[in-house]
Every structure is written in structure tokens, then in C-alpha cells.
């Protein structure tokens, strides 16, 4: 029984940033990462980023360089900067606990989504 959930979208210009932020509650025994996926209309389910309990970070080539994902283990509580956003960021943003190892992650529980629209 895990709750997650996110906040932090909206509506920006291209070029601008939104920072996401994503609270976890309830039981997460066994989960060492938390993380971010995202969904554009008309495409599959993608993922954004991971960062492991310990702080070791993973991205999409999509997002590198532009996001920044970090957390806060005492709140349990993960976020991501997104600079220099682009229309094709635009997405619904969905926070998960999951495994991370190396470069490879495993969601588990998912948060219900915020919407991200980049658009002029």
C-alpha cells in the first residue's frame, strides 16, 4: 500500500521550467529508486529518469542536459527540475518507487499523473 502524489505541472512557454515534485507514503519496503515516466497523447508510456536511495541518477537522451531529478529521503519525496522545455515535453508526468540498478530500472507503484503542456 503505497501512496504517491505528484505535483507541479502546468502550463509553460518553450524554453520554460516546471518543477515536478512527487510525495511517497505507506509501505516501501524493498524499493531502493524512485522515479518519473512520461505519456504524450499518441504514444507509449516513456521513462524520464531514476534516482536510486543512494543519489545515482539515470535519463532518457531525450532529457539530458534539460532535467534534473533529485530527492529528499527524509520526506520521501522525489522531484524534477525541467529546464529548457520543449512541445514535445508535453506529456502526462508519472512519479513511481521502484528497483534501480546500474542504468536499468523496475517501476513498481505509480502515482496518478500531472499534466504537462509546453506550448506557446
Known amino acids: 500500500q503505497v501512496h504517491l502524489v505528484e505535483s507541479g505541472g502546468g502550463l509553460v512557454q518553450p524554453g520554460g521550467s516546471l518543477r515536478l515534485s512527487c510525495a511517497a507514503s505507506g509501505n516501501i519496503f524493498g524499493v531502493n529508486a524512485m522515479g518519473w515516466y512520461r505519456q504524450a497523447p499518441g504514444k507509449q508510456r516513456e521513462f524520464v529518469a531514476f534516482?536510486?536511495?543512494?543519489?545515482?541518477?539515470n535519463y532518457a537522451d531525450s532529457v539530458k542536459g534539460r532535467f534534473t531529478i533529485s530527492r529528499d529521503n527524509a520526506k520521501n519525496t522525489v522531484y524534477l527540475q525541467m529546464n529548457r522545455l520543449k512541445s514535445e515535453d508535453t506529456a502526462i508526468y508519472l512519479c513511481?518507487?521502484?528497483?534501480?540498478?546500474?542504468?536499468?530500472?523496475?517501476?513498481?507503484?505509480w502515482g496518478q499523473g500531472t499534466q504537462v503542456t509546453v506550448s506557446s
Open positions: 513511481n518507487i521502484g528497483t534501480g540498478l546500474g542504468a536499468m530500472y523496475q517501476p513498481r507503484d
Open positions: 534516482i536510486t536511495n543512494g543519489g545515482t541518477t
